[in-house]
């Protein structure tokens, strides 16, 4: 009320004011500016008569006083906000609203069970506006998300950038965040369309996720969706991109005459016998010479058949043959509007991802449906109905039921170039693996998944508000396997059945996951006097799921095109999975503000699971958070048009984890299998096998989380900095029990809540906006983090390596220092009869080997005890932890036209890669060599049948055909530590708003046309065929794994 | 207040609440089972994974698809070698760092059964063969380990993470291989006979027991007997007692009428050998005391032996020394070398198959033979694969043949590179009972009854009674390194070309001390003939025209270190975590 007072009292003032100069041509003009979000004052905005040199600023209460003429416009200016134009005319009073452009400390945020405003927030919060989002040619939302938030890292799956993609994400480097839509827990971000994000609260430190506690020890990513507006309008939307994809660093094979060279002085090394014969290399030559000639022949050691692989002659990069150009596309439409009483916001989406493979089925779909009701009931009573609906599909080759979908990446990368695509029949043939992966069947996912969530909001009396949701969600997946039945031919041109995909079979799976929760809190808000403003809350939730497995399979399909359970004839396999999932927890906050000046929040969240033995179960988890802004005191006043905003936040806060701890582990529990690896009275029984050892007193996890924040606005608010500090202790942390002999018998210990560790980090971000007159504007957006881990305790006495040990810093490589490659046969003469890498490997050492550096001086290279203590001449190499992560955005607009471009990077990380993609050679079927790989140790001339041609001063070692003799030189050493550092151009827009002229003779209200490019260019030092993002992912090893992709992507937006 | 006093309700009412009591829905606690007889047949089951066959080569390479009759050749044996010399005969073995064979789990789940079988309220005679199949696994398990390791720890029971049991140190040799010993007279005791049991010989029997009696009895006494006064002698050794306890084992198996025992004979020396080795059945063979038996449509259990011994090799190559054990048909030695002299490549392995103890046609293949007669058409063995790549090449021109069908259908390669092999395994077979028999009964220094062991092997083979007669060449593939008997060297021969190829060498000299017989020597192939392969190809010969794969890669010979290669390391992480557990000697 008092505020009202006042803004009257100074009203009248300022009347009394106009008149009295109302004689004069020239009147005095004043007014209020203030925010049309947040119906705050605009402090610090510019007020300029148009066309003069007469300016004024708006002072903190937003308000300005101007001399002016009737007739004048006022133009009123702030960064941030678009610009205010009014005319002066017979009253001397202005009010402005300025609509903002870009979101600013006055914004609104998303926080557990309530909102506040920025800035009043004493936590870490990072937000992340929906428009961030949209017009990317990703198909899934957290691709788009990438290097857009400070202190948020992502990483890819185990399958790299596949169809449909979604990456895993960490907040300050810790495990999964909670994700939470509308207040409902969500468990993947996958199925959430980009275009029905309103906004995203990243709530990183202890403080701000406590309220979530149990939930929530990696931090909460809260996503808002899009609600309709009050304004009596319909307003409706359509959005759509089509993307041409391209994979990039994708490796190629050598050419197949020179591999052959290659294989061949691999086998001499190796001590074996050419793997291409000289007749071989003759019919590659003249292929090579001719390729209207035969790809195969007959195969020496079964003329019947063709010759495959090191026998066959053609000439194939077989990544070609497999991946290429693919397309993506995105539709979604929207409807919404409404009027004071109620509102809605409808929508529906549609991706589709082909995937690059260019030979057989891989790929993703997704519908979404979102509808959204909002409806003020009563005065004092609100209710939200929100369906939400997705469906995706996922098509991956099954691959011969030979090897799951990392098979695909393994397979292709062995083939060699001489294996035969198509047999002199015209057959395609089993080892090209197109049979494999075209005919073999396909596997196929589909997840239905529907949440219904009902919300009310009660306001009893003024200040106090209850709310309670209930939601339900349904998620069934269906996943079916046809594994079919293929064939090549043989020299006659018969077909030839291969054994491993007979007999045919298929095999299904229905999953049902059925998820409830409640949430019931309630708000007082009250204020004591003008200065004291209070807030309480405290609430109920309660989460149950079931999830039920049914799964079956039968051998034998009558016919390849009717694949199912029924039309099977052989035995049938099935089984079942059951498992139900209970937590509960009561949460409460108390908030208290003074004067905009001094804050304080408290947090408590007393939380139970199901996980635990009972007596282990509950646990509670505290938060404190204060800030201050400075720059709202008086003392501020004189600094205020160079610092506008100048706040000190900070907190300490506890979490609960219960996530790392599998149930049941008080519990002695047999194992059961089905399909023993014996015959018994011809069948292969089920069994039971040993129970596990356990731990009857595994429980909560703790975290303590410190963070110290700034967030400062300079130069009229066009310069914004938030800036935080942190550090994390993990307490009673599950560990593996401890390293225990071998001779316990047991391989999987049970947890402990025994290991310590520390995170450490901080983030920095930056926004500058401004505009070059009145028609370019400007902003460049930056981030940068970095964190480091460290293991503080660890039950380890001995300090072995094999297990992590305290004081190890996460991500630590251990290695050999090398010392280049053995030059002289002396060298290596010394190395053997000194026996003196006898402890890498006992094979006999030669020229071009690698040469370890004695660490530790005692004459050998050895791992020592393999102890932390005694390493032997092990040390620490490097780091796989990505460090000082980054992204630019920098954005710009002249009339119509807008430019964007987004880098993001991290600018240190060490690797070690291994595997025949990056080693070339590994063994006589599983190499793979890329004009990269022939850089290698070579001391003899080439000859027609063999041989590159000397080549001493290389990268690679000498090669060999054989694992064994390969481990010499393919141990964890400095020499083949890659520097895996890398800046990307993520994303780089073009895009143009139709002027109003066009516009107006259609009944559109926005049309919007861009294009873009996505991975456009990378930074990097590493191997031009490992992608750093995907390097050292992949199941079959590194590199084996979905490349990533470039995208050149065509897109319109309408609005009617 | 009153809203603390509500919280306070609130807390209590929450923590009581049972919301979170979700017992688990699919899986079965201890205290549950261990009530009927059928608990204790299905626990029992999961140690039927044990043994080693093609799809289950305990250690080695994975899909080790010719099974235990390509395992010596990776092992390291001085009768079978690979393109890369053997780790254990090259002295090129590093110290393990953790894992390999010093693996305990098994051991562990078979303490468990004996903690809990006593809890099944059920007559003795419904739960005898279940406790007998914990008997044989128990002994089979810690065989495992004496035989890789020595002397090693002896569990009872399973231990808790805290238990100090876990830092023993090693228990006696003679009081492990005593309780393994202890172990397979109970399973004698409690296991059914074959022809009772359910499922026959694939389920464990007393025939069984009994013949891994006498190989656990033989490794022991030879083990004592051999490497005594060397760093891997055993205290309190006395040899005699345990070549009796192999003796009594056979002895009781021979008792008239009671087993179930016999050698296949069906009067067909051809290949009444090889259709061991080479049946899809072998339930009617009283020689088959146990086997692993394969069927494609049992979710795919089938493997690729046929193809990896007709169209493939996978890099097993038999070597002339092991051919040299093999006598002429008249039962006298046979001078291979004077043969090789004017009689090379093709023509000496069709002289050596005709010349020879007719086991000789059933392991190496011999021109002529059929390879397969199947959907992949019929193909006759010409010449041995010297001149192909991968895994179709033969390196010594010796190349293997034991257990091949060539009207298999997966022969030949002709389903592809298909797991679809339905050839069974021979785990157990009587034969090797004999063998232990005759060995045993001669380092006790008595008679063995040949016409009860040998002979009938013998005879199955179409050869001559035994005799012991004194082979002048015997220094060439026979150098113990110390003297033995003529006799004991007939019978030492018998045993490695009966046993051939079967996974049986790497013990076996291994329990002789026999480092002799290959040490600073390099194994060799056949007399080889160059105009038989173009003129490009080029294998290595020795100087008198011996295929020689090892020559460039090991000039010197195998380089076996006497102090160290007799047993592997104790995994290093392992003596780091228990102190108390000694180094093997030399590493």
């Known amino acids: 009320m008092s505020t009202f007072n006042k803004l009257l009292r100074q009203l009248l003032l300022i009347l009394v004011f106009s008149f009295s100069f109302y004689a004069f041509a020239q009147q005095r003009i004043s007014g209020t500016v203030i925010n049309s979000s947040n119906k705050l004052p605009l402090p610090g905005a510019t007020v300029q008569v148009k066309g003069t040199h007469r300016t004024v600023q708006t002072g903190i209460d937003g308000k300005f006083t101007i001399d002016a003429s009737v007739g004048e416009t006022l133009v009123i200016t702030s960064v941030g906000f ?419 995909s007979s007999p045919s079979f298929v095999a299904k799976s229905q999953d049902l996951n059925t998820y409830r929760t409640l949430n019931v809190y309630s708000t007082y808000k009250f204020d004591a006097g003008a200065k004291h403003h209070f807030s309480m809350m405290a609430g109920y939730q309660h989460e149950h799921a079931e999830f039920s497995q049914l799964s079956a399979s039968r051998n034998t399909l009558i016919t390849q095109s009717v694949p199912s359970i029924a039309t099977a004839t052989g035995t049938t396999n099935a089984n079942d999975d059951v498992n139900n999932y209970a937590t509960e927890g009561i949460f409460s906050r108390f908030y208290y503000n003074y004067d905009n000046r001094y804050l304080l929040e408290l947090n408590g969240r007393y939380d139970g699971t199901y996980k635990f033995a009972e007596g282990k179960r509950w646990g509670f988890f505290p938060s404190i958070s204060a800030g201050w802004n400075a720059s709202n005191e008086n003392f501020w006043n004189n600094i205020k048009p160079y610092v506008n905003v100048f706040k000190i936040r900070g907190s300490w806060g506890s979490l609960g984890n219960q996530l790392n701890a599998a149930p049941y582990q008080d519990l002695a529990l047999l194992g059961t299998s089905s399909n023993l690896q014996w015959i018994i009275n011809g069948l292969r029984p089920s069994f039971t096998t040993a129970p596990n050892l356990v731990n009857p007193d595994v429980t909560w996890e703790t975290s303590n989380t410190i963070n110290l924040g700034f967030d400062l606005a300079f130069l009229r608010n066009r310069l914004n900095i938030t800036t935080d500090i942190y550090e994390r202790k993990t307490f009673e942390q599950l560990g593996p029990a401890q390293a225990v002999p071998a001779v316990i018998g047991v391989v999987n210990l049970p947890q402990s809540n025994n290991m310590e560790t520390k995170t450490k980090g901080w983030e920095f971000s930056f926004t500058w906006n401004d505009n070059v007159g009145k028609d370019f504007k400007y902003s460049v957006t930056g981030i940068l983090f970095d964190y480091t881990t460290t293991i503080t305790k660890y039950n380890n006495p001995t300090g072995i390596l094999t297990t992590s040990y305290a004081g190890q810093k996460q991500g630590e490589i251990w290695g050999f220092v090398s010392n280049g490659l053995i030059a002289t046969q002396a060298e290596a003469d010394d190395i053997n009869t000194g026996f003196i890498q006898q402890g890498i490997s006992g094979h006999l050492w030669k020229t071009g080997d690698v040469r370890y550096t004695d660490l530790n001086k005692d004459g050998l290279i050895t791992i020592g005890a393999n102890t932390v203590s005694d390493p032997g001449d092990q040390k620490v190499i490097g780091n796989t932890t990505p460090r000082y992560q980054y992204g630019l955005t920098l954005r710009a607009e002249w009339k119509g036209l807008d430019f964007s471009m987004f880098w993001q990077g991290a600018a240190k990380r060490d690797l070690i890669l291994s595997g025949n993609m990056f080693w070339g050679f590994i063994s006589g079927n599983q190499s793979s060599i890329f004009p990269g790989h022939l850089d290698y140790y070579r001391d003899v001339d080439a000859d027609k049948y063999k041989g590159l041609g000397k080549n001493t001063e290389s990268y690679f070692p000498r090669p060999y055909l054989d694992l064994s003799m390969n481990a010499k030189n393919q141990v964890t050493q400095t020499r083949y530590l890659l520097n895996a550092a890398y800046a990307r151009l993520k994303n780089m827009q073009l895009g143009y708003h139709m002027p109003g002229l066009i516009l107006r003779k259609t009944k559109l209200q926005n049309i919007y046309l861009y294009v873009s490019g996505e991975n456009l260019a990378t930074i990097t030092d590493m191997p031009d065929h490992f992608d750093p993002e995907t390097a050292n992912v992949g199941v079959a090893g590194n590199g084996k794994s979905y490349f990533s992709q470039s995208a050149i992507t065509f897109g319109i937006n309408l609005r009617f | 207040m009153k809203k603390y006093i509500y919280m306070v309700v609130l807390v209590s009412l929450v923590a009581c609440s049972k919301n979170l009591d979700q017992p688990p829905q699919d899986q079965i606690s201890n205290s549950q089972y261990w009530k009927t007889a059928q608990d204790l047949e299905t626990y029992m089951y999961q140690f039927y994974r044990v043994f080693p066959h093609f799809k289950n080569l305990v250690n080695i390479v994975p899909n080790f698809f010719i099974g235990n009759i390509g395992s010596d050749a990776v092992y390291g044996s001085d009768h079978q070698v690979m393109t890369a010399p053997a780790t254990q005969l090259n002295g090129t073995g590093t110290a393990t760092t953790s894992g390999g064979n010093w693996n305990w789990v098994n051991i562990r789940s078979v303490n468990i059964f004996f903690e809990n079988y006593q809890k099944v309220n059920d007559v003795p005679g419904n739960i005898n063969h279940f406790v007998g199949e914990a008997h044989f696994f128990k002994a089979w398990l810690y065989f495992e380990k004496v035989r890789l390791f020595g002397d090693v720890p002896w569990y009872t029971n399973s231990m808790q993470i805290d238990d100090p049991a876990l830092y023993n140190p090693r228990t006696k040799r003679t009081e492990v291989v005593d309780s393994i010993l202890w172990h397979l007279d109970r399973a004698v005791e409690k296991l059914k006979l074959r022809k009772d049991a359910a499922g026959t010989n694939n389920r464990l029997n007393k025939e069984v027991a009994l013949i891994f009696k006498s190989r656990v009895a033989l490794f022991e006494g030879s083990w004592q007997k051999y490497h005594a006064g060397t760093p891997f002698g055993t205290a309190g050794a006395d040899p005699n007692k345990y070549f009796q306890s192999a003796v009594d084992a056979v002895t009781e198996l021979q008792t008239p009428g009671k087993y179930t025992v016999g050698i296949t004979n069906n009067g067909k020396p051809a290949s009444d050998y090889n259709s061991l080795f080479s049946s899809r059945d072998l339930s009617a063979s009283t020689e088959i005391a146990l086997w692993c038996k394969f069927d494609k449509s049992q979710s795919t259990w089938s493997h690729n032996f046929q193809q990896f011994i007709t169209r493939q090799t996978n890099d097993v190559n038999v070597t002339y020394q092991l051919i040299q054990n093999y006598l002429g048909t008249t039962g006298l030695p046979y001078d291979y070398g004077s043969v090789a002299l004017t009689v090379k490549g093709s023509a000496f392995l069709t002289k050596i198959g005709t010349d020879c103890d007719p086991r000789l046609r059933q392991v190496i293949w011999i021109p002529g033979q059929t390879m397969w007669d199947n959907s992949a058409g019929t193909v006759l063995f010409t010449k041995p694969f010297l001149d192909k790549t991968g895994n179709a090449k033969n390196n010594t021109g010796f190349q293997l043949n034991k257990g091949v069908d060539p009207k298999d259908p997966t022969a030949g390669g002709a389903l592809g590179f298909a797991t679809a092999c339905e050839t069974g395994a021979v785990i157990f077979r009587y034969a090797e009972a004999l063998l232990n028999y005759a060995e045993a009964k001669l380092e006790l220094g008595q008679a063995p009854d040949y016409d009860k062991s040998l002979n009938l092997l013998r005879s199955r083979a179409g050869m001559p009674d035994f005799s012991v007669i004194a082979d002048v060449n015997r220094l060439n593939y026979a150098d113990w390194g110390y003297a033995i008997s003529d006799e004991l060297n007939e019978v030492r021969r018998e045993r490695a070309v009966e046993l051939a190829c079967e996974g049986f060498r790497y013990d076996d000299w291994r329990r002789w001390r026999a480092h002799n017989l290959f040490l600073q020597k390099r194994p060799l192939g056949f007399p080889y003939l160059a105009s038989e392969y173009p003129a490009s190809l080029v294998v290595p010969t020795n100087a008198d025209g011996f295929v020689d794969p090892f020559m460039g890669i090991i000039p010197g010979g195998y380089n076996f270190i006497v102090g160290r290669d007799y047993l592997e390391s104790i995994p290093i992480n392992e003596i780091t975590l228990n102190p108390n557990l000694a180094q093997n000697p030399g590493w």
């Open chain 1, 82 to 500: 678009e610009n205010y134009e009014v005319k002066v005319g017979s009253v001397s009073q202005v009010n402005a609203e300025m609509v903002s452009l870009e979101p600013t400390l006055g914004e609104v945020v998303v926080v557990g069970y309530g909102t506040e405003q920025k800035v009043n927030l004493t936590g870490a919060v990072s937000v992340l506006k929906g428009e961030e989002l949209v017009n990317r040619p990703t198909a899934t939302i957290s691709q788009a998300m990438q290097g857009k938030i400070p202190g948020v890292s992502f990483t890819t799956g185990p399958y790299g950038f596949e169809p449909g993609a979604a990456l895993s994400i960490q907040i300050r480097g810790q495990g999964t965040p909670f994700i939470v839509v509308d207040g409902v827990p969500t468990i993947s971000l996958n199925g959430i369309n980009p275009n029905d994000v309103e906004s995203m609260s990243i709530l990183k430190d202890a403080a701000t996720a406590a309220i979530y506690g149990a939930r929530a020890p990696y931090g909460v990513v809260l996503i808002t969706t899009k609600s309709g507006a009050a304004n009596g309008k319909l307003t409706i939307e359509y959005s759509g991109n089509y993307s041409v994809i391209q994979p990039i660093r994708m490796p190629h094979l050598s050419d197949s005459y020179t591999a052959a060279l290659a294989y061949n002085e691999a086998a001499e090394n190796s001590g074996a016998s050419p793997a291409y014969t000289n007749a071989t290399i003759d019919r590659i030559l003249a292929y090579q010479a001719d390729p209207s000639l035969a790809e195969t022949v007959p195969s020496l050691s079964n003329p019947v058949l063709w010759a495959n692989n090191l026998e066959s002659n053609a000439n194939y990069d077989w990544f070609n043959v497999y991946y290429g150009d693919g397309r993506r596309h995105q539709h979604n439409i929207s409807l919404s509007g409404g009027n004071k009483g109620v509102t809605f916001f409808l929508s529906g989406g549609f991706v589709g991802d082909g995937g690059i493979l260019q030979i057989g089925k891989d790929n993703y779909r997704r519908y979404n449906a979102n509808a959204k009701l909002d409806a003020s009931l009563t005065k004092w009573m609100k209710l939200v109905v929100n369906t939400r609906y997705y469906n995706t599909s996922r098509n991956t080759p099954t691959l011969d039921n030979q090897a799951n979908y990392e098979g695909l990446f393994a397979q292709v990368a062995r083939t060699p170039a001489s294996q035969y695509l198509k047999s002199p029949n015209g057959v395609v043939s089993i080892q090209s693996k197109i049979p494999f992966i075209r005919d073999a069947g396909n596997d196929n996912t589909i997840i239905n998944d529907i949440v219904q969530r009902f919300a009310t909001e009660i306001t009893p009396l003024n200040g106090w508000t209850i709310n309670a949701d209930f939601t339900i969600q349904l998620t069934h997946k269906q996943f079916t396997s046809n594994n079919f039945t293929i064939y090549e031919d043989n020299v006659a041109g018969g077909p030839v059945l291969q054994g491993s």
